[in-house]
């Protein structure tokens, strides 16, 4: 008795065994059934795609192209004995980023509602391969998979103000958040030591704030000497538009971000009576929270944004434009007459209530035309203005505050989604870094509902971001090491169950994800590094 049972049982763990080593997607899937047997993938195998058309073609081809470059296989269009279907089926019953997949050893069948789905199942049916090509033919193992995400937003920042990172990086930043799934990409343009988008009506901004005469050496907590080496670079709108239609082929919305009040120094630098004193002023080569800032008092403050978002609004189609609203200290306010002027001929309290003044007047203009306001928590700060919503990063309390007041969310507090922070508590063998500790499982470990919130509440919670802030991330390889594998533990906060998480599971297919990264050329931190 007991060895008829003993022995399928060993069978059964021999072979989910093999499938623990080979299947590892991040981020999980909904559900996901591994059977005995695999298709292999050869020269012979051939690629359906219903209906055929540029977009369908070209989420084709992304699968095509990664063949050819991993494994020297090509895929043909004559109906064979073996192929991979691509099909996009309106009447599926999956959201717009869901995705069947279903492997059998004669077919490969990726089925979904929508293209978002579609490319979906192919990041998915990517991390079903062997992660190189030196054992042979690739084979996928017989899987059945049914997959959407939790969240609508998973989004990621990345800081180019206080560094600048080339066209052809933020191409390979895009491609990474596109293979976990992320949807979201914003992109912070502007800060106290860089202005780095082109706007065509004020060309000063692209000849003086882009540029900073020199950088503070080290971390700014010991140190006060400066490296004397000028420091600058910017993104034409041609090069921006670029990568608005890169980001959209893969799914991935860029949502710009122009800072107002605050962290405005370099735009000063090149039009200085927009600040309350009229100047001069410096791009600033020193990080952290700098008191000149937009003046709230003159009406050419206003003329000014406006007509630079404008031309932000025409190269980005995103629905969402982030205005920061973030660290905007009040001194220079409380000595501008202009300012005071302005809390009287309103009414308003004081400088809190002039910044939401400022808030509210930019979210009536982006309303007008057809756009939605984003900003930091502090828009909370003397009221939320009536379309706002709040990226979260100061813990969850604001987003708590907001989402009772109906307004959505994205939760990024700097306690679990601060991706600058180190990632050892043994900071001299890592990398220099802001501050903070925050290993990848912390991440992991993140609920984007809070329990504060009723199930009424919680619904105005979009879903949850990373940030990079570069103060002291200078290159793209440090970069890609801030990021990974912290940015693969948010994408599973975003799109799997909070039921179906664990970290043991999610670390042990890590492993294999490394193995991919190593073979894309792609720096990470191996979180098994104490
Ligand atoms: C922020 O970290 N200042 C939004
Ligand atoms: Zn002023």
């Known amino acids: 008795m007991i060895k008829r049972f003993y022995l399928p049982a060993v069978i059964l763990l021999i072979v989910s065994g093999i499938s623990a080593q080979n299947v590892s997607v991040i981020p999980k899937p909904l559900e996901m059934k591994q059977e005995k047997g695999h298709f292999i993938i050869d020269n012979n195998c051939s690629l359906q795609i219903e209906p055929q058309n540029d977009e369908t073609a070209r989420i084709g081809s992304f699968f095509n192209d990664y063949l050819k470059q991993v494994y020297n296989i090509s895929l043909n269009n004559s109906k064979g004995e073996k192929s991979i279907h691509l099909k996009i089926d309106k009447n599926v019953n ?34 079903l391969l062997p992660v190189d090509a030196t054992n042979g033919k690739p084979e996928i193992p017989v899987v059945e998979i049914k997959d959407q995400p939790r969240f609508a937003w998973r989004g990621n920042m990345l800081d180019v103000g206080r560094h600048f990172f080339p066209v052809s990086f933020i191409k390979k930043y895009i491609d990474i958040l596109a293979m976990y799934k992320i949807n979201t990409f914003h992109w912070h343009l502007t800060e106290d030591q860089g202005w780095r988008i082109e706007i065509k009506k004020y060309p000063l901004l692209t000849e003086i704030s882009h540029w900073r005469d020199e950088t503070i050496v080290g ?9 004397g080496i000028g420091y600058g670079g910017f993104y034409t709108q041609d090069q921006a538009r670029e990568i608005v239609r890169y980001a959209a082929e893969r799914y991935i919305t860029v949502v710009p971000e122009i800072e107002m009040p605050g962290h405005s120094v370099a735009a000063l630098a090149a039009y200085p009576n927009l600040g309350c004193t009229g100047g001069p002023y410096k791009v600033k080569g020193t990080w952290g929270v700098h008191k000149d800032v937009y003046c709230a008092g003159k009406e050419e403050t206003f003329e000014f944004l406006q007509n630079v978002l404008d031309e932000i609004m025409a190269i980005f189609p995103s629905q969402f434009i982030h205005v920061g609203g973030d660290e905007c200290p009040k001194d220079a306010w409380k000595q501008c007459a202009a300012c005071q002027q302005r809390i009287h001929d309103n009414g308003l309290k004081d400088e809190h209530e002039l910044q939401s003044w400022f808030i509210h007047r930019m979210d009536k203009y982006l309303a007008s035309k057809g756009r939605r306001l984003i ?34 969310v994205v939760m990024t507090p700097n306690s679990h989604m601060y991706i600058d922070y180190y990632q050892s508590q043994n900071k001299d063998s890592e990398p220099l870094a802001i501050g903070g500790f925050l290993p990848v499982d912390k991440v992991y470990s993140y609920e984007p509902i809070p329990e504060e919130l009723t199930k009424e509440e919680a619904k105005y919670i979009l879903g949850v971001q990373t940030n990079l802030w570069t103060e002291y991330v200078a290159t793209t390889k440090k970069a890609e090491y801030m990021l990974l594998p912290r940015l693969q533990a948010q994408a599973e906060v975003g799109w799997t169950p909070k039921e179906l998480k664990n970290f043991d599971d999610f670390a042990k297919r890590l492993e294999t994800d490394y193995l991919r990264l190593e073979r894309m050329g792609i720096n990470f931190r191996d979180h098994r590094k104490k």
Do not use: C
């Open 94 to 127: 999956l959201p717009k980023e869901g995705y069947l997949l279903k492997v059998t050893e004669k077919s490969v069948v990726v089925t979904a509602a929508q293209p978002n789905g579609l490319f979906y199942g192919i990041q998915t049916l990517k991390q």
């Open 375 to 408: 900003g930091w928590d502090e828009i909370l700060e003397g009221g939320l203005a009536p379309q706002a919503t709040v990226m979260s990063w100061r813990g969850e309390k604001g987003g708590i505050e907001a989402a009772r007041q109906k307004h959505d």
């Open 219 to 227: 971390h700014q907590r010991d140190h006060a000497e400066m490296d």
